[in-house]
T-cell receptor, first 113, second 108 residues
Framework: KAGVTQTPRYLIKTRGQQVTLSCSPI?????VSWYQQTPGQGLQFLFE???????NKGNFPGRFSGRQFSNSRSEMNVSTLELGDSALYLCASSQGQGNSPLHFGNGTRLTVT | QKEVEQNSGPLSVPEGAIASLNCTYSDRGSQSFFWYRQYSGKSPELIMFIYSNGDKEDGRFTAQLNKASQYVSLLIRDSQPSDSATYLC????????FGRGTSLIVHP
């Protein structure tokens, strides 16, 4: 079974731009979660989608948004990029039943200059 | 605020020894607990999950959960240099909260 696929692997953007990251979950997984990982803050939860609906949201500004499509693929968008948005963005999928184990993709490394 | 606390380490153990990694959590409503391993430059990989009080064994790994003490641990027996990584503890009732991770170094 194919794992979680994230694209692109690396991105370099400048302040003020916007970016869209993509995630394809494991086949059959209906829940997709997004996390931001930085050396200083560790893994921070952004949001979770289940059956095209945002089910949970972390404590991030409205510049961070996401969506999920009918095939469970998900996208995350960050608008008006700031230097502090530089991080590894991780997508994880799960079967979505309660607090089930997460399976992470390889991540997208975003650098904002 | 829901928190998961881990000692950042590094925890250094000799090859063949038992490595003991510990984690405490603040949310008494937490039902599920997970251990992930993250190699440098890679994404987290699920090692074990535990839902009930007591021990759960899988090969060289044993997860221990004590809900009364709000304490989770991971034991790695016969540690190998390839076990050198950061170990993330996560727990929660709906969305897992992650600790900052403990760096483990297994030296030959």
């Amino acid at each position: 079974k194919a794992g979680v696929t994230q694209t692109p692997r690396y991105l370099i953007k400048t302040r003020g731009q916007q970016v869209t990251l993509s995630c394809s979950p494991i086949s059959g997984h209906r829940s997709v979660s997004w996390y931001q990982q930085t050396p200083g803050q560790g893994l921070q939860f952004l949001f979770e989608y289940f059956s095209e609906t945002q089910r949970n949201k972390g404590n991030f500004p409205g510049r961070f948004s996401g969506r999920q499509f009918s095939n469970s693929r998900s996208e995350m968008n960050v608008s008006t990029l700031e230097l502090g948005d530089s991080a590894l963005y991780l997508c994880a999928s799960s079967q979505g039943q309660g607090n089930s184990p997460l399976h992470f993709g390889n991540g997208t490394r975003l650098t904002v200059t | 605020q829901k928190e998961v606390e881990q000692n950042s380490g590094p925890l250094s153990v000799p090859e063949g020894a038992i490595a003991s990694l510990n984690c405490t959590y603040s949310d008494r409503g937490s039902q599920s607990f997970f251990w992930y391993r993250q190699y440098s430059g890679k994404s987290p990989e699920l090692i074990m999950f535990i839902y009930s009080n007591g021990d759960k064994e899988d090969g060289r790994f044993t997860a221990q959960l004590n809900k009364a003490s709000q304490y989770v641990s991971l034991l790695i027996r016969d540690s190998q240099p390839s076990d050198s990584a950061t170990y993330l503890c996560a727990g929660g009732s709906d969305i897992p909260t992650f600790g900052r991770g403990t760096s483990l170094i297994v030296h030959p």
